[in-house]
């Protein structure tokens, strides 16, 4: 079967605040796209809703919160972005609901952008390939709370703190889902991609099972390329609150 052609996403937009679970989620595939868009002069600000503390069996959480956190800002650095902020979520522990919905609107009034990026929130990344609890609870608070950002009368109580509604949120982008709809041309920023995967270095000394992050993202990007008509390509499932 062929797989389904990729629509170009696009890229008249100058703001994005990407919202994901964990450090090194944007890294598995994402950032190279972030790399051209800083390359293009927009703004990228990265909001990690835990610090992965739970993410090293051989560590523990107060440890790995540390050195998870400054991967992830060296990671950032790479792809252009000089913003992370980490919110001090429970790693492996999120539930979707009204105090997570809540946090990452005002992340949204803080910040203000065009565009809001996170990961995968299906049930699978494709067949067999099981999603985990966190990504799901995470994407789904963050397409609700684009919305919520919007809307004085929800969260009234951020009012209080200064942040005023934020109605400016064009789509929010899902990186790697299985159902894809648009793709970004990555040919040029792949190796920026690459080397900020190799900046979680404890996270991926740590695994159980040993991954090379050059042919990983390599492979990925190739078979998306193959979609969109360019070398190397990421996708991204588009929800899109207005024209953009
Ligand atoms: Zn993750």
New binding site residues.
Partial sequence: MEPEPLQVLPEEWDRALAIV??P??MEYGAASAVARWTGQGKTVVYTLVTSGEAGIDGMEPERARQVREAEQVASAAVVGVDVVEFLGGADGMLEYGLPLRRSLSAAIRRHRPDIVITGNFRESFGPGALN?A??IAVGRAVLDAARDAGNRWVFRELLDEGLEPWNGVKAVLAAGSPQATHGVDVTDTLAKGIESLKAHDAYLSGLSQQMDPEEFLESFARMTGTRLGCTFAVSFEVFAFQQF
């Fill in positions: 679970a964990h090194d989620d985990q966190d990504h």
